[in-house]
């Protein structure tokens, strides 16, 4: 059992940084595939970044790349999303995810941990 808990959402300006942090659970968390996704209001959720275990490769959408970035500490058990340069359209609640067995894809059936999610705002 897997349990990931999100922190650092907020209401920003755009234009401005936040992070995020996801803490999570469970004893083999650097072999954990780690991803963030979004859900604006009356969208689907879509899938922002990931990083996978050992490697740590990243993977971005299109619409956060270069703004956006990815990273874990393994030590922690904590998967972080830097955020810059944000924009209104990044309003949404942003979910924690985690691949137990290691992959590295951005389908949402990939993931079969979810935190609860916490949400940003960002204000024009």
């Known amino acids: 059992q897997v349990q990931l808990v999100e922190s650092g959402g907020g209401l920003v300006q755009a234009g401005g940084s936040l992070r995020l942090s996801c803490a999570a659970s469970?004893?083999?968390?650097?072999?954990?595939?780690m991803a963030w996704f979004r859900q604006a209001p009356g969208k689907e959720r879509e899938f922002v970044a990931a990083?996978?275990?050992?490697?740590?490769?990243?993977y971005y959408s299109d619409s956060v790349k270069g703004r956006f970035t990815i990273s874990r500490d393994n030590a922690k058990n904590t998967v972080y999303l830097q955020m810059n340069s944000l924009k209104p359209e990044d309003t949404a609640v942003y979910y924690c995810?985690?691949?137990?067995?290691?992959?590295?894809?951005?389908?949402?059936?990939?993931?079969?941990?979810w935190g609860q999610g916490t949400q940003l705002t960002v204000s024009s």
């Open positions: 995810a985690a691949d137990t067995f290691g992959g590295s894809d951005s389908r949402i059936t990939s993931y079969d941990y």
């Open positions: 990083i996978t275990w050992g490697a740590g490769r990243t």
């Open positions: 469970g004893r083999t968390f650097s072999s954990y595939t």
